[in-house]
């Protein structure tokens, strides 16, 4: 028995990610470029993934891995950016070596391991898959541009809180190759039927219903609700679902939590404000309105009429922000 840590989830995290790969590269869709993964061959699959309309958060990894952001118009066969997958392939070959985020978050990527990046796993190991079907759309963007949107803050200390609630911290057996594999979506093939002893089906029939009668109460009084967020004004904060239900005008834009858009502000921009970084690259987004134009402080769609967000240009800032 040992304190469940950090370090204990991100392990299963990567383990799990391994798991994934071993299923893959055993026949998956994309087997032929994972059965033997040297460089060439996960720059190609790296190449190929990216190119057909990748996630905001995959976008953030690449940037993150390689410095700059994903162009599908030049792909890149340089000796120096074939060689950063190295640490990829050693990452799936070799057992609990120190790796840097962004290589697991991009072996994570190249295996399509639903569960990513870390903070979502976090989520559904906290929830299960409760929140995995409803958050699958927002994760999508239509086109490839770099969403820089951070781990940190509102998010963070969410995870954190109920983590110490689920019991994260306390004592606890180690993951199990069981939870490994029901993360990676990796099935065992089920052991042999073993035969039983004849059932006294009216005996059975009441215990089971005073078990499924207790087990109803439990889960009714003792499970928190799923955190939903809601859009208040400039920024999401996050609420209980209750209000979805139960509120009426200011309740109605309550969604489910989506880690890719819970950290979202509107900023107001002049014509002193940052726009841009050191290499010339986007770290302000808006979407046009009725009224203008909304700044915004990442990447992902516009709270209130479901726009996507767009780097801003000059075209924009000279045309919408006064001077």
């Known amino acids: 028995m040992e304190k469940i840590t950090r370090e204990n989830i991100e392990n299963l995290y990567k383990d799990a990610i391994r798991a994934k790969y071993q299923k893959e590269k055993e026949g998956g869709e994309y087997y032929n470029f994972l059965a033997i993964p040297g460089q060439a061959s996960l720059r190609d699959l790296c190449w190929k993934i990216f190119k057909s309309n990748p996630k905001?958060?995959?976008?953030?990894?690449?940037?993150?891995?390689?410095?700059?952001?994903?162009?599908?118009?030049?792909?890149?066969?340089?000796?120096?950016?074939?060689?950063?997958?190295?640490?990829?392939?050693?990452?799936?070959?070799?057992?609990?070596?120190?790796?840097?985020?962004?290589?697991?978050?991009?072996?994570?990527?190249?295996?399509?391991?639903?569960?990513?990046?870390?903070?979502?796993?976090?989520?559904?190991?906290?929830?299960g898959d409760e929140n995995q079907s409803?958050?699958?759309?927002?994760?999508?963007?239509?086109?490839?541009?770099?969403?820089?949107?951070?781990?940190s803050g509102d998010l963070e200390l969410f995870l954190d809180k109920k983590e110490r609630e689920k019991g994260i911290g306390l004592e606890?057996?180690?993951?199990?190759?069981?939870?490994?594999?029901?993360?990676a979506g990796v099935e065992k093939k089920p052991k042999e039927p073993w035969k039983i002893p004849p059932i006294n089906w009216k005996y059975t029939t009441t215990v089971a219903s005073i078990f499924l009668f207790v087990g109803f109460v439990v889960v009714f009084f003792a499970f928190p609700n799923k955190e939903c967020m809601q859009w208040s004004g400039d920024h999401y904060e996050i609420v209980d679902c209750e209000l979805k239900i139960q509120g009426v005008g200011s309740f109605t834009n309550i969604e489910i939590l989506d880690p890719t858009l819970v950290n979202l502000k509107k900023v107001k921009v002049c014509d002193t404000t940052t726009c841009f970084d050191k290499n010339g690259v986007a770290i302000i987004w808006y979407a046009k309105t009725a009224n203008?134009?909304?700044?915004?402080n990442i990447h992902g769609r516009h709270p209130e009429n479901n726009s996507p967000l767009r780097p801003v240009t000059h075209y924009i800032l000279n045309k919408y922000?006064?001077?």
């Open 56 to 127: 905001a958060d995959d976008l953030k990894v690449y940037f993150d891995f390689f410095k700059f952001e994903f162009d599908p118009k030049e792909e890149n066969t340089s000796t120096q950016y074939t060689d950063k997958f190295k640490k990829v392939g050693t990452f799936y070959k070799e057992g609990k070596k120190p790796a840097k985020s962004s290589t697991i978050e991009l072996a994570a990527i190249l295996v399509d391991f639903k569960a990513r990046p870390f903070n979502k796993f976090r989520i559904q190991n906290l929830y």
């Open 134 to 151: 409803e958050n699958e759309n927002h994760s999508e963007v239509s086109n490839p541009e770099k969403e820089q949107s951070e781990s």
């Open 172 to 183: 606890v057996i180690q993951p199990t190759s069981t939870q490994i594999n029901s993360f």
């Open 292 to 296: 203008g134009v909304d700044f915004f």
């Open 321 to 323: 922000v006064k001077k």
